[in-house]
């Protein structure tokens, strides 16, 4: 069975749908954390270096395990070169 045709399944339970598009917005940035890093060429010890940080927090955004504040993506947007932008849509 694909992915998609599972996924299908599993969020045709009402329940299970609204779980899975809450953590939309998580995912999100989780996901563009990941690509501006990789985009950049640094590794997680790089990032965590030019932000003052460990690299165990990176991971930790990576996964999802930790929540990011405004501050720290704020941050991680000046060592990239990047401004950040929260849009209400």
Known sequence: MEHKDALKIILADPQTKKEYDDLEVEF????ALIKLRTEKGLTQRD????????????ARLESGR???SVKLLGKI????????FIRFE
């Open 28 to 31: 999100a940035v989780k996901s």
């Open 47 to 58: 990032l965590a270096t030019l932000i003052g940080a460990r690299q165990s927090a990176i």
């Open 66 to 68: 930790h929540n990011p």
């Open 77 to 84: 947007a000046a060592a990239t070169g990047k401004k950040l």
